[in-house]
């Protein structure tokens, strides 16, 4: 089992940044993949980053410039750095891992945490 905690959420106006943590502890040997995902209230859960153990990275469209995701080396906590915030990237901000794959799609995750919000008011 792996336990995932987020923190780094907030509120932000409208072109500010906030960097979302997310620490993680069990069997972290056992995962590949970890990413950041969103969901704003009547939507689904949308996948933003994920990074794989070998550093790979990979981004939804809507955040690629402003968005970076990585990890320490002990592949204990995740980072997510998010830059020039819009009203759009309200949501709530979970972190997830994978045992095996990686990308975007929220059925590839085995593990979730409960997630941190962040609110941009414009």
């Known amino acids: 089992q792996v336990q995932l905690v987020e923190s780094g959420g907030g509120s932000v106006q409208a072109g500010g940044s906030l960097r979302l943590s997310c620490a993680a502890s069990?069997?972290?040997?056992?995962?590949?993949?970890m990413g950041w995902f969103r969901q704003a209230p009547g939507k689904e859960r949308e996948g933003v980053a994920a990074?794989?153990?070998?550093?790979?990275?990979t981004y939804a469209d809507s955040v690629k410039g402003r968005f970076t995701i990585s990890q320490d080396n002990a592949r204990t906590t995740l980072y997510l750095r998010m830059n020039s915030l819009k009203s759009e990237d309200t949501a709530m901000y979970y972190c997830?891992?994978?045992?095996?794959?990686?990308?975007?799609?929220?059925?590839?995750?085995?593990?979730w945490g409960q997630g941190t919000q962040v609110t941009v008011s414009s």
């Open positions: 997830a891992a994978a045992r095996r794959g990686c990308g975007l799609g929220t059925g590839l995750y085995n593990y």
């Open positions: 069990g069997s972290t040997y056992s995962t590949y993949c």
């Open positions: 990074i794989n153990s070998r550093g790979s990275t």
